[in-house]
């Protein structure tokens, strides 16, 4: 793309001041070839000006100066492939970039410092977006504290790790970007024991890889984040490091789908009995009652938890649910047996779920399934309770396999 056609989709024509050869700055546009064209630095500080446009054309290196914005600024490059900055000599925890004011970046390269950002929304109301900017051989991106929004698209840290997110934040949503690592001890995306997520923290369609002593993405456990707002959807983990801290697939406050290299968000529960001899007895015909015995539950359950034939919903936001029971029992001869879910949202059987089993002339019947539809949210509950409608001969449900799957 050419240089004008740049101007010509980023500003309006007010805005345009271009001149084909040297590039010079007019209006409240300002072209970057070389340091100079940044306003003089002052101790070793470059104060961008209010609501101006820097178009970063090159490769600049502010030899040990470093930028701070004097109110709302866009700060681009050309491409993120042939326009970049660096400071040369910047001291060690010294940030490059620092605002206090909304600041838009696009299509540039940030790289060799060891600190490249501090944004801090604490004072006026800071929005940040984002798009085709790298890092590059940077190992601590910096801090963002507070923001209303901080946008990161078609992004990339190469080389690179150490953004944190303190202070609140409505929503943090990143994609279609690529993240890698420098492989020493630390996050490359973390989420601070102050930060705040009023909204939701979204990643989509990237890829993050951590290796060595690196984590992909932290989360402390004093953070807050709304239930299941913390999304992570079609994002590939690799490299063999730690791909999260501190929050897994198991909260409530977790939402993970179609991820690679991590386990995805799932509800399902199930218990099961095998050789059963605990008996259910049977005070009237007709009458329902709960299985008796011991269950045991499966270790693959996840936000559903189990008690003796009993799965509990554990997962906050409502869903739809598939039920299934299969079993065999032992009763009196030719008795008739049924069988059904107990729902605690309905305090008894749900109707579609009941079932009835004759036992043969041995007392036995084996393999009676039932199953149903539901929708279900946190403390629900669900067990198999049975009724013998032929006596009141007690009813001993030997095998028993009871699950529940969320339909998606």
């Not at 070839?33 to 500080?45: E, L, R």
């Amino acid at each position: 793309m050419s240089l004008r056609r740049f101007i010509q989709d980023k500003l309006t024509s007010e805005q345009i001041s271009f001149i084909d050869k040297g590039v010079v700055s007019g209006g409240s546009t300002v072209f970057i070839n070389s340091k100079s064209d940044f306003p003089t630095s002052v101790a070793g500080v470059i104060t961008l000006e209010e609501n101006k446009t820097y178009i970063v054309t090159t490769s600049v290196d502010l030899l040990g100066d470093k930028l701070v914005a004097g109110g709302v600024v866009n700060l681009f490059g050309t491409s993120s492939e042939t326009s970049s900055l660096t400071s040369t000599g910047l001291g060690v925890g010294v940030p490059l970039l620092t605002s206090v004011y909304t600041i838009v970046l696009e299509s540039i390269t940030f790289k060799d410092v060891d600190t490249c950002i501090d944004i801090d929304g604490n004072t006026n109301l800071v929005a940040l977006d984002w798009e085709n900017v790298n890092f590059s051989n940077i190992p601590n991106v910096g801090t963002l504290n507070s923001c209303d929004n901080f946008i990161f698209e078609t992004g990339a840290f190469l080389s690179s790790q150490g953004l944190v997110f303190t202070g609140t934040i409505g929503t943090i949503g990143i994609s279609n970007s690529l993240f890698v690592g420098i492989g020493s001890a630390g996050n490359i995306i973390e989420l601070d024991a102050s930060c705040v997520i009023t909204r939701r923290f979204r990643i989509v369609y990237s890829s993050i890889v951590a290796f060595g002593s690196s984590v992909a993405v932290d989360v402390d456990v004093s953070a807050t984040i709304p239930t299941e707002a913390f999304i992570l959807d079609t994002v590939n983990f690799s490299g063999g490091g730690t791909y999260l801290g501190g929050l897994d697939e198991t909260s409530n406050d977790s939402l993970f789908v179609n991820c690679v290299g991590i386990q995805n968000t799932a509800v399902n529960g199930q218990l099961y009995m095998q050789g059963n001899a605990t008996a259910t007895t049977i005070g009237s015909t007709s009458t329902f009652v709960k299985v008796a015995g011991t269950t045991t539950a499966s270790a693959d359950n996840s936000k559903i938890s189990h008690s003796n034939n009993r799965l509990t919903i554990d997962a906050v936001i409502s869903r739809k649910y598939l039920i299934q029971c299969h079993l065999s029992f032992i009763s009196g001869n030719n008795n008739v047996c049924e069988f059904g879910f107990y729902d605690s949202q309905l305090g008894t059987i749900r109707t579609p779920s009941r079932t009835k089993s004759t036992a043969n002339g041995s007392g036995r019947a084996e393999n009676v399934s039932f199953a149903c539809v539901i929708s279900g949210e946190v403390g629900d509950y669900l067990e198999i309770w049975c009724a013998n409608n032929s006596a009141t001969t007690s009813i001993t449900v030997t095998e028993m396999n009871f699950l529940i799957t969320e339909i998606k």
